[in-house]
């Protein structure tokens, strides 16, 4: 029997944007440390992170830590609202400039803000800007099955980074993850909360930008629960520690 192992780490420093891959993450009670702190959010007509754009005259924008008594705004995040400490003004003008309108850049300096959906969690349980759980698992073989499905229906194979996972196991079998209930990478314990219903996101190609109607379709009409489209499955840690690739992955279903 194959074990099943940690194959890949990655964070989301910036919601939404490009992925950075990891060989070693500290797990933190709202998730792996720097995934998903920044947040990008249109202010409307009136109203410590390296970023850069390629096509925008290469022009890239290091935006400091906000400190103590930062300006805090409120900002939405899938229906729950926080307040985020702001970037500064050169920030706020940066990412205007390359987006064509008004946008700020927030920083969630305070992860205890924003706690997990109490349905799925513990009273102590907190999330960064993460759609709504701490960390993400995928599987190597589910995506193999999923791609195998594609292929046959003429459509082409997608890569892992379309449902941006934070970690990624190999050696299981697909869809094991289903019945998983608790993890343990290397020497930390997780809690799997709840599979995780995908959206659009999973069309567009992370490298280009590009919109398609795979892997969505096909999940529709083989990964349909109810009226999620399920990939992955979402996780709290139960402690603190390091996760490195090649941890072993141990499971309880």
Known sequence: MTSVALASIHIYPLKAARAVDLDDALVEPCGLAGDRRWLLQYTGPDAGISVSAAGHGEMSFAAPLPETGAELVAVTVLGSTVLAATAGRDAAKWFSAYLGRPARLVFLDDPTRRPVDPGYARPQDVVSFAEGFPLLLTNTASLDQLGD?????????????????????????????????????????????????????????????????????????????????????????????VIRTGDPVRVQE
Not at 173 to 182: K, T
């Open 149 to 241: 499905w594609l292929a046959e229906s003429g459509a082409a194979r997608v890569p892992m980074n379309r449902f941006r996972p934070n970690v990624v196991v190999t050696g299981a079998q697909p869809w094991a993850e289903d019945r998983w209930r608790r993890v343990m990478i290397g020497e930390v314990p997780f809690r799997v909360a709840k599979p995780c219903g995908r959206c659009v996101v999973t069309t567009t190609d992370q490298r280009t930008g590009e919109r398609g109607s795979q892997p969505l379709k096909m999940l529709g009409r083989r990964r349909r629960f109810g009226k999620a489209l399920v990939f992955g499955q979402n996780m709290i840690p139960d402690g603190p520690g």
